[in-house]
C-alpha cells in the first residue's frame, strides 16, 4: 500500500491507495455498436452537499463519517448508511469483492468522479448513460423522502439533484441522461421537484417500484396521480430499479453469501412483481402517456406475462377486472412499459413477443452484475444473430427515443 491524497470533487482526502484491491486499467474495447446503458449508477462523493443547503440545513446534511474500522460510512438523521462492495466492484480484484462496508480510495474513481466515469465508458463503448442513486439516497430517493423534518428532506432532494445538474451532468451534457429524484412523501411536493428538473432537461426520475413496501401509499391510491400527472405532462420517463422498494421476501436464514446470492437470483421476480402491480394500479391507464422503464429486472419474464395476461382475458375472465375500454392488459402494457437486459442470452429471441422497440440494453456500472468493460463482447456473444436494423434498436436507438437523447454522428453496426 501506499499513502497519497485523492480528489474527490474539491475536497482532498487522505487515503491509502489500496493496489492490491483494484486492477489496472484494461484497454479500450473495439466498438462494435453504439450503446446506450439505462441503468448505471453514481457513487455520491463526500463533498456531494456542500454549500447546497441553506445555512439552518447545513449542520443536517449527509455527511461522510468512519467507524471504529476505519469503514467510510454515510450518516444522515441518525442512521449510517453503507456503501457496500457489491456497490461499486467495477476494476476491482474478484478475490476483493466482499459486501462489507469499503472506502472511497478501493472504488475506481469513475464510481463517483464524472471525468473518471467518461473514461470508463469510453473503454466500454458506451456513448450515454442513465446513472441511479446509490446508498445514501437509495435508488429512488426514499432516504431523504423519510427523513424527521420533511423540509430538511425536501432540501437534501433538491440539493442532490442540483449536484446532479451541475457536476454530473453538465461537464458532458450528450453523455449522461439526467435521472433525478423526487419528495415521495408529499406528492405536489414532489410533482413540483419533477416539473422543475424537466424544465432544465432532466428526463427521468426514478420511483420505489412497490411503495407500500416502504411504508409509502400504495400504487391503487389516488396519492400517487400529482407525481404521474407531472411526469406525463413533462415526458418525464418513470424509472423504476430492482430493490428499490426492498428486496424480495427471503426465508428466515442466516445473513451472509447465500441470502445475497438468493436475493439477487430474485431480481426477476421483483420486477415482475412491480411490473404488474403498475399494470394493474390503473395508473397508466388513467394516464395513457406515461412511460414506464423497468430495470435490472432482464426481459426472461416479460413474455410470460403476456401469456398471462391474453390468458386472463380470453379463457379465465379475469381480464373484466381491468378497466381500460377496449384495450387488454397486454395491450396497456405494451404501450406504456419498456425493458432492459444485460444480455439474456437464453430469452433475447422471444423480443419479437415482448416488442422489439421496448427493449434497451443496459452495464450496471459499477456493480456485481455489471458487464463492464466487456459489454461489447457480451452483446456479440449473446446478439450477435440479431438482424443489425434490430440490434441498432437493442442497443440505442429505443433509448434514444424513450429518453430524448442525442446520438452521435455516426453509429454502428
Same mark, same amino acid.
Given at each position: 500500500?501506499?499513502?497519497?491524497?485523492?480528489?474527490?470533487?474539491?475536497?482532498?482526502?487522505?487515503?491509502?491507495?489500496?493496489?492490491?484491491?483494484?486492477?489496472?486499467?484494461?484497454?479500450? @474495447?473495439?466498438?462494435? $455498436?453504439?450503446?446506450?446503458?439505462?441503468?448505471?449508477?453514481? $457513487?455520491?462523493?463526500?463533498?456531494?452537499?456542500?454549500?447546497?443547503?441553506?445555512?439552518?440545513?447545513?449542520?443536517?446534511?449527509?455527511?461522510?463519517?468512519?467507524?471504529?474500522?476505519?469503514?467510510?460510512?454515510?450518516?444522515?438523521?441518525?442512521?449510517?448508511?453503507?456503501?457496500?462492495?457489491?456497490?461499486?466492484?467495477?476494476?476491482?480484484?474478484?478475490?476483493?469483492?466482499?459486501?462489507?462496508?469499503?472506502?472511497?480510495?478501493?472504488?475506481?474513481?469513475?464510481?463517483?468522479?464524472?471525468?473518471?466515469?467518461?473514461?470508463?465508458?469510453?473503454?466500454?463503448?458506451?456513448?450515454?448513460?442513465?446513472?441511479?442513486?446509490? /446508498?445514501?439516497?437509495?435508488?429512488?430517493?426514499?432516504?431523504?423522502?423519510?427523513?424527521?423534518?420533511?423540509?430538511?428532506?425536501?432540501? $437534501?432532494?433538491?440539493?442532490?439533484?442540483?449536484?446532479?445538474?451541475?457536476?454530473?451532468? /453538465?461537464?458532458?451534457?450528450?453523455?449522461?441522461?439526467?435521472?433525478?429524484?423526487?419528495?415521495?412523501?408529499?406528492?405536489?411536493?414532489?410533482?413540483?421537484?419533477? @416539473?422543475?428538473?424537466? !424544465?432544465?432537461?432532466?428526463?427521468?426520475?426514478?420511483?420505489?417500484?412497490?411503495?407500500? @413496501?416502504?411504508?409509502?401509499?400504495?400504487?391503487?391510491?389516488?396519492?400517487?396521480?400529482?407525481?404521474?400527472?407531472?411526469?406525463?405532462?413533462?415526458?418525464?420517463?418513470?424509472?423504476?430499479?430492482?430493490?428499490?422498494?426492498? /428486496?424480495?421476501?427471503?426465508?428466515?436464514?442466516?445473513?451472509?453469501?447465500? !441470502?445475497?446470492?438468493?436475493?439477487?437470483?430474485?431480481?426477476?421476480?421483483?420486477?415482475? *412483481?412491480?411490473?404488474?402491480?403498475?399494470?394493474?394500479?390503473?395508473?397508466?391507464?388513467?394516464?395513457?402517456?406515461?412511460?414506464?422503464?423497468?430495470?435490472?429486472?432482464?426481459?426472461?419474464?416479460?413474455?410470460?406475462?403476456?401469456?398471462?395476461?391474453?390468458?386472463?382475458?380470453?379463457?379465465?375472465?379475469? *381480464?373484466?377486472?381491468?378497466?381500460?375500454?377496449?384495450?387488454?392488459?397486454?395491450?396497456?402494457?405494451?404501450?406504456?412499459?419498456?425493458?432492459?437486459?444485460?444480455?439474456?442470452?437464453?430469452?433475447?429471441?422471444?423480443?419479437?413477443?415482448?416488442?422489439?422497440?421496448?427493449?434497451?440494453?443496459?452495464?450496471?456500472?459499477?456493480?456485481?452484475?455489471?458487464?463492464?468493460?466487456?459489454?461489447?463482447?457480451?452483446? @456479440?456473444?449473446?446478439?450477435?444473430?440479431?438482424?443489425?436494423?434490430?440490434?441498432?434498436?437493442?442497443?440505442?436507438?429505443?433509448?434514444?427515443?424513450?429518453?430524448?437523447?442525442?446520438?452521435?454522428?455516426?453509429?454502428?453496426?
Amino acid at each position: 500500500m501506499t499513502r497519497g491524497l485523492c480528489t474527490v470533487g474539491v475536497v482532498e482526502v487522505a487515503v491509502e491507495y489500496r493496489s492490491d484491491q483494484l486492477l489496472p486499467d484494461p484497454e479500450p @474495447r473495439p466498438v462494435e $455498436v453504439t450503446i446506450i446503458s439505462v441503468d448505471d449508477h453514481l $457513487v455520491e462523493p463526500p463533498d456531494m452537499f456542500e454549500g447546497r443547503l441553506a445555512a439552518r440545513f447545513s449542520p443536517y446534511q449527509p455527511r461522510v463519517v468512519e467507524d471504529a474500522e476505519g469503514h467510510q460510512l454515510w450518516e444522515f438523521d441518525g442512521g449510517l448508511y453503507t456503501q457496500v462492495g457489491m456497490n461499486a466492484v467495477a476494476g476491482r480484484r474478484p478475490e476483493s469483492v466482499s459486501v462489507e462496508p469499503t472506502r472511497f480510495e478501493d472504488m475506481r474513481p469513475g464510481c463517483y468522479d464524472i471525468d473518471a466515469r467518461i473514461k470508463d465508458m469510453d473503454i466500454n463503448g458506451v456513448w450515454a448513460s442513465l446513472n441511479f442513486p446509490s /446508498q445514501i439516497a437509495g435508488f429512488a430517493g426514499r432516504v431523504f423522502s423519510g427523513a424527521r423534518d420533511p423540509e430538511l428532506g425536501l432540501a $437534501v432532494t433538491r440539493a442532490w439533484n442540483d449536484w446532479l445538474f451541475d457536476e454530473w451532468w /453538465q461537464p458532458y451534457p450528450d453523455r449522461i441522461i439526467p435521472c433525478g429524484i423526487t419528495f415521495l412523501t408529499d406528492p405536489e411536493l414532489g410533482a413540483a421537484e419533477i @416539473r422543475r428538473n424537466a !424544465m432544465r432537461g432532466f428526463r427521468s426520475v426514478t420511483l420505489p417500484e412497490r411503495p407500500q @413496501r416502504i411504508g409509502l401509499p400504495h400504487l391503487f391510491a389516488d396519492f400517487w396521480d400529482p407525481i404521474i400527472a407531472a411526469c406525463e405532462e413533462t415526458e418525464t420517463v418513470i424509472s423504476l430499479h430492482v430493490g428499490s422498494s426492498g /428486496q424480495a421476501d427471503l426465508p428466515d436464514i442466516p445473513p451472509g453469501g447465500t !441470502m445475497i446470492g438468493l436475493g439477487a437470483t430474485l431480481f426477476g421476480q421483483l420486477s415482475l *412483481g412491480a411490473c404488474a402491480e403498475w399494470l394493474w394500479s390503473g395508473l397508466p391507464v388513467r394516464f395513457p402517456d406515461v412511460k414506464i422503464a423497468m430495470s435490472e429486472g432482464g426481459i426472461g419474464w416479460v413474455a410470460m406475462l403476456l401469456d398471462r395476461l391474453d390468458n386472463i382475458v380470453t379463457r379465465s375472465g379475469y *381480464g373484466r377486472y381491468f378497466d381500460a375500454g377496449d384495450m387488454t392488459p397486454a395491450d396497456v402494457l405494451r404501450r406504456n412499459f419498456y425493458f432492459c437486459t444485460l444480455d439474456d442470452p437464453s430469452t433475447i429471441d422471444t423480443r419479437e413477443r415482448i416488442g422489439i422497440d421496448h427493449i434497451m440494453v443496459e452495464v450496471d456500472y459499477p456493480h456485481g452484475d455489471s458487464t463492464w468493460p466487456d459489454s461489447q463482447k457480451v452483446i @456479440r456473444d449473446a446478439w450477435g444473430h440479431i438482424p443489425e436494423g434490430e440490434l441498432r434498436m437493442l442497443t440505442h436507438e429505443n433509448a434514444a427515443r424513450l429518453f430524448r437523447w442525442p446520438l452521435p454522428a455516426v453509429c454502428l453496426p
